[in-house]
């Protein structure tokens, strides 16, 4: 684990720790710069990292920070897909060549970042710069067989 990470999973450990002895403020417009899992912005969508028989191994989350202009994704574990357990996991996000949302993402040209291996409880963050594109993201979490994944799909989302 890098230090990154590390400090990025004690971080959210204090976080949650601090949650379950108060009660949660009301939402804010400074909410939208807090850090999740490393990632700064506002939690845009999550999308499920499955197995092909239907098991939740844990699920991608997306952000965006509207100050920088930039998207940033992670493939957070749970329970079943081995969460505080040193397995694998990935996260990729890429910049698409179109901005016409549901347009095939054709990524093979644009910007990509990307994180993958053995964590013990998410795999990323990675970000992006997509000013005027679509973006897609896809995850991974392979804890035990059979590997889970999930994705935006294969046309862009969150175009702009």
């Given at each position: 684990m890098t230090i990154r990470r590390a400090t990025a999973a004690l971080a959210t450990f204090a976080a949650t720790a601090a949650l379950s002895f108060t009660a949660a403020p009301a939402a804010t417009a400074a909410d939208a710069?807090?850090?999740?899992?490393?990632?700064?912005?506002?939690?845009?969508?999550t999308y499920p990292v499955r197995t092909s028989a239907g098991t939740t191994y844990g699920q991608i989350r997306l952000y965006y920070n509207s100050s920088t202009?930039?998207?940033?994704?992670?493939?957070?574990?749970?329970?079943?897909?081995?969460?505080?357990?040193?397995?694998?996991?990935?996260v990729t996000l890429y910049r698409c060549s179109t901005s016409k949302p549901g347009a095939q993402c054709d990524?093979?040209?644009e910007t990509?970042?990307?994180?993958?291996?053995?964590?013990?409880y998410y795999a990323g963050p990675?970000?992006?710069?997509?000013?005027?594109?679509?973006?897609?993201?896809?995850?991974?979490?392979?804890?035990?067989?059979?590997?889970?994944?999930?994705?935006?799909?294969?046309?862009?989302?969150?175009?702009?």
């Open positions: 710069t807090v850090a999740e899992y490393g990632c700064s912005g506002s939690l845009i969508d202009r930039r998207n940033c994704a992670v493939t957070l574990k749970n329970a079943t897909g081995g969460y505080g357990t040193s397995s694998y996991a990935s990524w093979r040209d990509w970042d990307d994180d993958y291996g053995n964590f013990l990675v970000s992006i710069s997509a000013a005027g594109k679509c973006i897609r993201v896809f995850g991974q979490v392979s804890a035990n067989r059979p590997i889970a994944t999930g994705d935006s799909g294969t046309g862009g989302v969150h175009c702009g």
